[in-house]
């Protein structure tokens, strides 16, 4: 199965069989994950690989009691550290250019003064497990597995049942299985014509 074809595959599955995955697959899977980019080559997220069933369960809780996560045969929690901060860093400093570049010296300087320090670094880390988990659900689909983004999360009970330091956060959960049964329809697309335009907007067709 090429690159396309596993883009095409992958599907939203949320009622997984009991079917064990082979451990040589996960850890494809996870190597996915291992080679994305990163901001500035940073490579700061890290995956927990969640089997025990009371684990399972617990984070399922914290993900607003939908329960169907704990049925897959694996929860990979997408974390993150979160110690990156803005103010913390230098006038010169390459990667503070860049987000006032992209984000305004305005929100830049309410985000420094902000009292919810722990808050304002998971703002900045929020997008950073995106990548590697995108490519553990291309890696799972090219397998014949399927996955969910898992983002309805009460993060701060998660990384508490995942004993993660106090600089890391799980983000996201990522169930990964075998569907206990095939979807019944494939959501649809907007076509790409409405999606795409060339050079400037008033060319869009």
Not at 109 to 116: G, N, S, V
Not at 174 to 186: D, F, M, S
Request: net charge negative; proline share 5%; aromatic share 8%.
């Amino acid at each position: 199965m090429n690159v396309n074809e596993a883009i095409i595959r992958r599907r939203a599955i949320r009622n997984f069989a009991s079917t064990p995955i082979p451990d040589d697959v996960l850890q494809e899977i996870l190597e996915a994950a291992r080679w994305a980019p990163s901001g500035g080559n940073g490579q700061n997220c890290c995956y927990g690989v969640v089997t025990d069933e009371t684990k399972k369960k617990e984070l399922a809780q914290a993900a607003g009691d939908q329960m169907w996560i704990a049925s897959a045969p694996v929860v990979i929690a997408l974390c993150s550290q979160i110690s990156y901060n803005t103010a913390d860093l230098q006038e010169d400093d390459f990667s503070l250019t860049v987000n006032r570049l992209r984000f305004g010296e305005r929100l830049l300087r309410h985000l420094e003064i902000c009292e919810d320090r722990r808050g304002v670094g998971l703002l900045w880390a929020n997008s950073c497990p995106l990548i590697p988990g995108t490519h553990m659900t291309l890696a799972a689909a090219s397998f014949g597995l399927d996955t969910c983004w898992v983002g309805y999360l009460d993060v701060a009970r998660a990384s508490e049942i995942l004993n993660l330091p106090g600089d890391y956060a799980c983000l996201y959960l990522l169930p990964i299985g075998y569907a206990a049964a095939e979807p019944e329809t494939r959501t649809s697309r907007i076509p790409l014509a409405e999606l795409t335009f060339y050079n400037t907007w008033e060319a869009k067709r």
